[in-house]
């Protein structure tokens, strides 16, 4: 609908598998955080980064990040204030992230402070 401002409410096609609960972690002196094994299997090879809406540090694997980010962009253009929002979300993203041999990754920067 043309200039229908609405977000959609319904899950994708195919819902991706979500781990839920959350850690404490600590850094090493090279800011690197060690996972679990079972939440290394869940985010794959690569995954992103992001500040969650409450404050709070989200891992997505790589291919659940394009699904998001393919949704958002085909509401967003007419939606000001969901520009908002993503503008926000995306500016923390950060892509490209993977385990070392020992399941550590390091916590870019921005999202450390």
Not at 10 to 33: L, M, Q, Y
Not at 51 to 70: F, H, R
Request: net charge negative.
């Amino acid at each position: 609908m043309e200039g229908d401002n609405s977000v959609p409410l319904s899950a994708p096609a195919e819902t991706p598998n979500f781990v839920f609960g959350n850690s404490d972690a600590s850094f090493d002196d090279k800011s690197r955080i060690l996972f679990d094994k079972s939440k290394r299997a869940f985010l794959g090879r690569d995954f992103v980064f992001v500040w969650g809406e409450l404050g709070q540090i989200v891992a997505y694997p790589k291919a659940t990040w394009d699904a998001m980010v393919s949704e958002l962009a085909r509401y967003g253009p007419n939606n000001f204030h969901l520009q908002q929002y993503i503008r926000l979300f995306f500016s923390y993203a950060q892509e490209g992230c993977n385990f070392d041999g020992q399941g550590r990754v390091v916590l870019p920067g921005r999202l450390r402070e």
